[in-house]
């Protein structure tokens, strides 16, 4: 099996800054792309930012200029740079990865628990 684990999230200050980490781990496998999504209580999951293998990168209009989606390829990991946070931005935050398992030659589409994050005074 293949697993995603984040990291980073918690209680922060608006204004304030974090660092949102994803690992993928297990099977031999190769990743097309990976991303962010985030689900605030009561609404719908949405689309953070996002990062092909080619390292084209996409960002929802409420986030760019603040936030930053970067790899480390050697390590399977997909980071998120959150700065000059808002209230707004509280949510459980979700890392996304579509990947092709080498072993099967099939392509499937896997999430992460989700991680914390907390804006508020």
């Known amino acids: 099996q293949v697993q995603l684990v984040e990291s980073g999230g918690r209680l922060v200050q608006p204004g304030g800054s974090l660092r949102l980490s994803c690992a993928a781990s297990?099977?031999?496998?190769?990743?097309?792309?990976m991303g962010w999504y985030r689900q605030a209580p009561g609404k719908q999951r949405e689309l953070v930012a996002a990062?092909?293998?080619?390292?084209?990168?996409n960002y929802a209009d409420s986030v760019k200029g603040r936030f930053t989606i970067s790899r480390d390829n050697a390590k399977n990991t997909v980071y998120l740079q959150m700065n000059s946070l808002k209230p707004e931005d509280t949510a459980v935050y979700y890392c996304n990865a579509y990947l092709r398992q080498i072993a099967t030659m099939t392509w499937h589409d896997y999430w992460g628990q989700g991680t914390q994050v907390t804006v508020s005074s």
């Open positions: 297990g099977s031999i496998f190769s990743i097309n792309a």
């Open positions: 990062i092909t293998s080619s390292g084209s990168t």
